[in-house]
């Protein structure tokens, strides 16, 4: 019972964006689930490199608030053989997103035509009379009209936020499928991190959307630039490109990428802030015993530089004094 709802509490993410450096990147990941009596959940998909003190999570829907983040190792066991389950599970999927964007389509064609009812009186003949309008039966089309557009948008909301979750379950398989099949295979078992994250403020079961935000190292950018010109034209065109190289082990096909110039890991010191004294005045404090070199100081001993070193005795026999 105890693996089940570890189990159930395991939620996959999905690689959003990354923004790359000029020496490593930041990545956002996404998921969705229901919040379990504990509020603690697992998100999986974190690469193994992910840095731990750069993990930040938030809560994008649902009402809920973050407490607590941390990032935790885990092993995951993988096989080819989970490739074929992986694509029959991408391909219902799809299937089911692509059922709901028809009846979707179906349900604004229906809202369309009922929008068009109009009430148009009959033309009227030469030799008829003027007839009164029947206001009643304007009205009661016009109630009916509105009474139908209302259940008809009713059950365009919820077709919209069925569309949406199937959307969002496609995405996590075809990112289950795309880690599995382009993982490099360097043994039986892939090292990984998942971020475990605690709520509050949100009832047992509510839908909740997260985001975690972490950086990793091994990932940089090259601008390279391409200027076209003709001769004896009066401009050219400049073309900008970014050459882009990463050893994440994550997979960022298909992901939003951003570049920026700045350093991701620039160090920062906070500055030193002078206490400010409430009160009386008090004394300027004395200044301490070090103070500046007088002016000329390197001149000092300028002379003596310039006379050279001092005549050397020369060695040899001393005589006795008085000795012929």
Same mark, same amino acid.
């Given at each position: 019972?105890?693996?089940?709802?570890?189990?159930?509490?395991?939620?996959?993410?999905?690689?959003?964006?990354?923004?790359?450096?000029?020496?490593?990147?930041?990545?956002?990941?996404?998921?969705?689930?229901?919040?379990?009596?504990?509020?603690?959940?697992?998100?999986?998909?974190?690469?193994?490199?992910?840095?731990?003190?750069?993990?930040?999570?938030?809560?994008?829907?649902?009402?809920?608030?973050?407490?607590?983040?941390?990032?935790?190792?885990?092993?995951?066991?993988?096989?080819?053989?989970?490739?074929?389950?992986?694509?029959?599970?991408?391909?219902?999927?799809?299937?089911?997103?692509?059922?709901?964007?028809?009846?979707?389509?179906?349900?604004?064609?229906?809202?369309?035509?009922?929008?068009?009812?109009?009430?148009?009186?009959?033309?009227?003949?030469?030799?008829?009379?003027?007839?009164?309008?029947?206001?009643?039966?304007?009205?009661?089309?016009?109630?009916?009209?509105?009474?139908?557009?209302?259940?008809?948008?009713?059950?365009?909301?919820?077709?919209?936020?069925?569309?949406?979750?199937?959307?969002?379950?496609?995405?996590?398989?075809?990112?289950?499928?795309?880690?599995?099949?382009?993982?490099?295979?360097?043994?039986?078992?892939?090292?990984?991190?998942?971020?475990?994250?605690?709520?509050?403020?949100?009832?047992?079961?509510?839908?909740?959307?997260?985001?975690?935000?972490?950086?990793?190292?091994?990932?940089?950018?090259?601008?390279?630039?391409?200027?076209? =010109?003709?001769?004896?034209?009066?401009?050219?065109?400049?073309?900008?490109?970014?050459?882009?190289?990463?050893?994440?082990?994550?997979?960022?096909?298909?992901?939003?990428?951003?570049?920026?110039?700045?350093?991701?890991?620039?160090?920062?010191?906070?500055?030193?802030?002078?206490?400010?004294?409430?009160?009386?005045?008090?004394?300027?404090?004395?200044?301490?015993?070090?103070?500046?070199?007088?002016?000329?100081?390197?001149?000092?001993?300028?002379? =003596?530089?310039?006379?050279?070193?001092?005549?050397?005795?020369?060695?040899?026999?001393?005589?006795?004094?008085?000795?012929?």
């Amino acid at each position: 019972m105890a693996a089940e709802t570890a189990a159930a509490d395991r939620w996959e993410s999905v690689l959003d964006s990354v923004v790359v450096y000029a020496s490593g990147a930041l990545c956002r990941r996404r998921a969705r689930g229901r919040v379990p009596a504990d509020g603690r959940v697992r998100l999986t998909g974190l690469p193994r490199v992910a840095d731990a003190g750069s993990l930040r999570a938030s809560v994008l829907s649902g009402g809920a608030r973050v407490t607590a983040a941390r990032l935790e190792p885990e092993a995951e066991v993988r096989s080819r053989s989970d490739l074929p389950g992986l694509r029959l599970r991408v391909d219902r999927a799809r299937d089911a997103a692509e059922a709901l964007r028809q009846r979707s389509a179906r349900q604004e064609a229906r809202i369309a035509e009922v929008s068009a009812v109009r009430a148009v009186p009959p033309p009227l003949q030469a030799d008829e009379p003027h007839r009164r309008t029947p206001t009643d039966a304007w009205f009661e089309l016009a109630d009916f009209v509105d009474e139908r557009l209302a259940a008809l948008h009713a059950r365009s909301a919820d077709l919209a936020e069925e569309l949406r979750l199937a959307e969002h379950e496609l995405a996590l398989a075809e990112d289950a499928l795309a880690r599995a099949s382009s993982a490099v295979a360097v043994g039986p078992v892939t090292l990984g991190g998942s971020a475990v994250v605690t709520l509050e403020g949100a009832a047992e079961g509510a839908e909740v959307e997260l985001e975690v935000e972490y950086g990793v190292p091994g990932a940089v950018w090259v601008p390279t630039y391409r200027l076209t =010109y003709r001769q004896g034209e009066g401009s050219g065109t400049l073309l900008l490109r970014a050459q882009l190289a990463q050893r994440t082990g994550e997979d960022w096909s298909g992901v939003r990428i951003g570049l920026s110039t700045a350093d991701l890991q620039r160090r920062t010191d906070l500055p030193q802030l002078r206490s400010l004294r409430i009160g009386r005045r008090q004394a300027v404090p004395a200044a301490s015993g070090w103070r500046e070199p007088p002016a000329g100081l390197g001149d000092l001993f300028s002379g =003596y530089d310039a006379a050279g070193r001092p005549p050397q005795p020369r060695a040899g026999r001393a005589r006795p004094a008085g000795g012929g």
